[in-house]
Structures are given as structure tokens and as C-alpha cells.
């Protein structure tokens, strides 16, 4: 979850720029259709906004609807239509810079009669211009480094001469088109130009320069602003017309219109200078509380780099690891954990790598000397918008209290909770870790003790007193027994001690069940009374593994004691 949190911000960002590049996709065709209509029906207010100035030609408007169509066909992310597209960007840039070069070359008439031959002249930048665009558009699909850079080289260089053309026009500056060569572009051409470049560079919000933004750029107003693009191209020539039906003098209107138009983009500039400073300060905040829940949070929290070191690091895991966080930072993550448990470590961050979200292990976390913390480490993946991982946050919780009560709890599933010793289900399998274990000359021993007057003393004396006989029957069987024995109490009054002997010592079960007899002699203490011990005593040696398998009820003689067997080396000691 931290993960995508802290990814969700990038994603948003991406999303809201594709979203901005269909919108000028749809822009730019309305903007086309409206031109390609004023230019069938005359209307020079929209071609050429002024008399004297150059019309946008029908051959332009077609090249720039190739490479609408170009760009909305790359999206479909398909074979064909990438190859459509391709080809149409191609035929655009071919066909266009032969035209522009043969019309500015006087090879090929002038669609625009009216306008002088200087007005209509294509000089080298725009011709240009127009062939950066086209070739711009066409390495849209191209994935390696330099040639997005290329691309975005080819987008910068028509951009200026879009924005030189259009500053020239809404300023009356014939001296800037002439110098710098930009006769014969008409203004809307620019305009949309200028659009059709906004289009080709959020077609790759994964490449420069796009990749790099993160929310300070408010894509939303961006958005917002997108229709007013629509008309964009026509405002010249609205407010042109409008000013001269109010002012007859040509010259004053053309000021008057000029001195609007700078309001109306300085207005827009400082309407999108204080969203973007809002967005900033939003931003601001925004991280700010980010990093207060990072820091605070009791998680023990951490950004690992690539390279397994760790980045950032939170106080929960400064106070966890018993580390300075000087120290921590750039710390290795496999120093942190013990040797033990590198192979889960290394396998969390493969099963990452090969694409889950996360990841969750128990592991060791070093500590001071040899003794190590439990923690419940989880690994998850930021990604970018390729799905490449570029960083991993490391969320580790403090398991100590957990492990010990599992301790517990498996102690007390294998032991007898009153005298300690081993229960049923602990004496099945020590039992067989001993058969294993055992020398080749040795032999297994099992001796058998009954407690005989146990539920008389409880009956008598109470259940008190009964479990003081127990807790000191099971004390005796260790002070008489070695600490590689195994001791049982299987069931209420039976216990079992497991032993080894040499095979060709003839006397070695005898003189374990004589010491265990001589031990369990003598009366014991229950509560405020002495009681006799009454026991019986049974032994026999284990032939095989199938014996030490078998299983009995409690109170049943265990199928290793055969009735005729526990017959004969069972005796009673009173």
C-alpha cells in the first residue's frame, strides 16, 4: 500500500497528460475542419485575418490533418495502425517540403493570388519548421534515448519559429518576418502549428521532457484551457473586425487590436503563473504531510534503493535496528539481517523483481552480539509508468512478542503443563529422534511407571495433593535418569522414561529399572501429608522402528509391551 501511495502521484500525473493530448487531438480537428470550410467559402477573416496578410493554403491544412491522424492512430497501440501512421507522417513530410520548396521556388503556383509574390515567398525556416514537425511526429513511437532527444530537439526548433511568426504578426513587425526569413506563413498556420507541437509532445508523457513532472504542473487547468485552443486562430481576426466597425482609422484599429491581443495573453500568462504557484504550495503541503506519516508512523518504514541500500529511513526503524540513523542510511540491506535468513531475503526481492506488489517474510534482524529481533519484513515495489521498479519501501514490524508466544504455546503442546516433562504428542517424536540417533551398539530402552494409589490420594486428600505426588515422581525420574534420557507423562498416572544401553551389556536394563526402583522408594509429601509411594515398575528393549510408531490410549499398556512381556519384567515396589 506505501508503495502505491507514494506512486499514485506520478501516475496521475501521466494519465492527466494523455487525457490533455486527446483533447488537443480533438481541438486541432475542429480547428481544421473550421479552416478548410472558411477556405471553401471565402472567408479571409479566418485564412488570413488581415487583407494584406498571407492565407493559410489547402495543401497545409491537409498536411496538418495527416499528422492529426497520424498521432490518433499511434494511440491505438496497434501494428497496423502504427505502421498507418508511420506512413502517413512519412507521405506528410515528403509531400509537404516539396510543395513548400516548389511554391517558394516558383515552380509551383501560389494558391493565394491576392497576396504579394514577398508575402507568399517559403523561405528556409518555416520550410523548416514544417519539416521538423513532420519528422517529430513520425519518431513519436521510438523508444530509444537519442532519438527522443532528437525529437524533442526537432519540437523546440519549430516551436520558436511558430512563436517568432505569431509574435510578428500581433505586433506589426515586418521587419522581424523579413529578417529572419518567415514570409509567406500565414498566422493561423503558426497558431495551429503551435498546437499540433503541444499534441506531438504529450503523445510520450513517458519521455523527455514529460517524465519528469510531477504534480506542480497542473495538468488540469491545462486541460481546462484546451477548448479555448478551438478558437484560438480566429481571435486575431474577431478582435480585428471588432475594433474596426468601432474605429474607422485603419491605423488605430490595427493599434487598438494589437494592444487587446497583448492584454488578453498576458492575462492568460499570469492566470497560469498563480495556478502553477498554487499548485506548487498545494504540493508543499502535500509532502509535507507525507513525510510527517513517514516519520511517525510506528511502522518500521524504509526506501530501498536498486542497489539493496537504504535510502530513507523512519525512527520505528532507527529504534527497531538499535542503529544511529547516520549510520543506517546507505546500510546494506542484507547487513541488517541475519546470515540465516538471507535466502528469504534474496527470494522476497526476486518474486518482486518478477512482479508482484509485494512481498512478506519472517526474518532475523541483527542485533548487538548475537542475539537477533524477529520482524515481519514486507517488500513492495514502486514502479514508473514503463511498470520498470524504481525504488522498494521496506516496511518491517517488531515480532519478538509473537515468537514468544509461539515459544510458548509449542512447549506447551509437546510438554505436560504440571510436571514438565514431555506429553504424548513430545514423546513421539523425541522418541523416534532418538531411534535414529543411537549408536549401532546401543539398544533402546522404554521403562513404564505406574503411580497405583493416585486417585485414592486424590479422592482422599484432594486433586492438590495428587499433583504434588506427580511433581515429585517426575522430579525423582530426573535425578535418577541422564540428561540425553527421554522422560514422559503420557497420561495421568503412567510415566515413561526412554533410555539407551550397550547391546552386549546383559545386565543394562536390569540396572536402569533398579535405579529407577531404588529412586521412587520412600514416601512423598502431598500438601500437608506424607503418603506412601506405590508404583509399578515394567521395562522391555525396542527391537524396531514400528514399536516406537505405535500409538496407545492413555491408561492402555503401549503395544511395546506385550501382556506376556510386561508380565514378566514388570514388579511392584511398595
Known amino acids: 500500500m506505501a508503495a502505491r ?38 472567408w479571409d477573416a479566418l485564412t488570413r485575418v488581415e487583407s494584406d496578410w498571407p492565407q493559410i493554403y489547402p495543401y497545409t491544412i491537409a498536411g496538418m490533418a495527416a499528422l492529426v491522424a497520424a498521432m490518433a492512430l499511434f494511440r491505438l497501440h496497434r501494428p497496423w495502425a502504427t505502421w498507418t501512421g508511420r506512413g502517413l507522417a512519412t507521405v506528410t513530410l515528403v509531400l509537404g517540403a516539396g510543395v513548400d520548396i516548389g511554391v517558394g521556388a516558383g515552380i509551383l503556383p501560389s494558391s493565394d493570388p491576392t497576396s504579394s509574390t514577398a508575402a507568399i515567398a517559403v523561405t528556409a525556416l518555416p520550410s523548416l519548421a514544417a519539416v521538423a514537425t513532420a519528422l517529430a511526429v513520425l519518431l513519436i513511437t521510438t523508444v530509444r534515448p537519442v532519438w527522443v532527444w532528437i525529437r524533442l530537439g526537432l519540437l523546440t526548433f519549430a516551436g520558436a519559429v511558430s512563436a517568432l511568426v505569431v509574435l510578428g504578426y500581433l505586433y506589426g513587425s515586418s521587419l522581424l518576418i523579413t529578417t529572419l526569413g518567415l514570409t509567406g506563413t500565414s498566422l493561423p498556420a503558426a497558431l495551429i502549428g503551435m498546437v499540433i507541437l503541444a499534441a506531438a509532445v504529450t503523445a510520450r508523457p513517458d519521455q523527455a521532457p514529460l517524465r519528469d513532472l510531477d504534480e506542480r504542473y497542473d495538468t488540469r487547468l491545462l486541460r481546462t484551457i484546451v477548448p479555448m485552443l478551438a478558437v484560438a486562430p480566429f481571435v486575431p481576426a474577431l478582435i480585428s473586425a471588432a475594433v474596426t466597425a ?16 497583448a492584454a488578453i495573453l498576458i492575462g492568460l500568462i499570469a492566470v497560469l503563473g498563480t495556478a502553477q504557484s498554487r499548485a506548487r504550495r498545494e504540493l508543499l503541503m502535500q509532502r509535507q504531510r507525507v513525510w510527517d506519516a513517514f516519520e511517525q508512523s510506528p511502522a518500521a518504514t524504509a526506501i530501498v534503493s536498486l542497489d539493496g541500500r537504504i535510502a530513507t529511513a523512519n525512527r520505528a526503524l532507527v529504534s527497531l535496528t538499535k542503529r544511529p540513523e547516520d549510520a543506517l542510511i546507505g546500510t546494506l540491506l542484507p547487513d541488517l539481517i541475519s546470515d540465516a535468513d538471507h535466502v528469504r531475503m534474496w527470494e522476497a526481492v526476486a518474486e518482486v523483481a518478477a512482479g508482484l506488489d ?27 509508468s514503463n511498470d520498470r521498479v524504481i525504488y522498494l519501501i521496506l516496511t518491517c514490524t517488531d515480532l519478538s512478542d509473537r515468537k514468544q508466544l509461539e515459544r510458548v504455546l509449542s512447549e506447551q503442546a509437546v510438554h505436560d503443563p504440571l510436571t514438565g516433562l514431555l506429553n504424548r504428542i513430545g514423546l513421539d517424536h523425541q522418541i523416534d529422534v532418538l531411534w535414529r540417533s543411537r549408536a549401532p551398539r546401543e539398544r533402546v530402552v522404554v521403562v513404564v511407571v505406574d503411580i497405583n494409589d493416585l486417585a485414592a490420594v486424590n479422592e482422599s486428600l484432594g486433586f492438590a495433593a495428587g499433583d504434588d505426588v506427580l511433581r515429585e515422581v517426575s522430579r525423582r525420574l530426573r535425578a535418577c535418569t541422564r540428561t540425553e534420557d527421554l522422560l514422559a507423562r503420557p497420561s495421568g498416572d503412567e510415566f515413561i522414561v526412554v533410555t539407551t544401553v550397550v547391546t552386549d551389556d546383559p545386565v543394562g536394563t536390569g540396572s536402569v529399572v533398579q535405579r529407577i526402583r531404588e529412586e521412587l522408594s ?47 519384567d514388570r514388579s511392584d515396589h511398595r
Open 246 to 261: 468601432v474605429l474607422p482609422d485603419a491605423a488605430a484599429a490595427a493599434a487598438v487590436a494589437q494592444l487587446i491581443t
Open 358 to 384: 509485494s512481498v512478506r517474510r519472517d526474518v532475523r534482524f541483527r542485533g548487538s552480539g548475537r542475539t537477533s529481533t524477529w520482524v515481519d519484513l514486507t517488500l513492495a515495489a514502486v514502479r514508473d
Open 5 to 42: 501511495t507514494l506512486n499514485v502521484a506520478r501516475r496521475v500525473v501521466t494519465d492527466d497528460l494523455r487525457r490533455l493530448h486527446v483533447h488537443l487531438l480533438v481541438a486541432l480537428a475542429v480547428i481544421l475542419a473550421v479552416e478548410l470550410l472558411a477556405l471553401l467559402l471565402g
Open 522 to 568: 520412600g514416601p512423598v509429601a502431598a500438601g500437608r501429608d506424607v503418603v506412601p509411594l506405590n508404583v509399578t515398575v515394567g521395562a522391555t528393549t525396542l527391537s524396531d522402528l514400528a514399536q516406537i510408531l505405535g500409538v496407545w490410549e492413555p491408561g492402555d499398556a503401549p503395544p511395546m509391551l506385550s501382556p506376556t512381556r510386561r508380565a514378566t
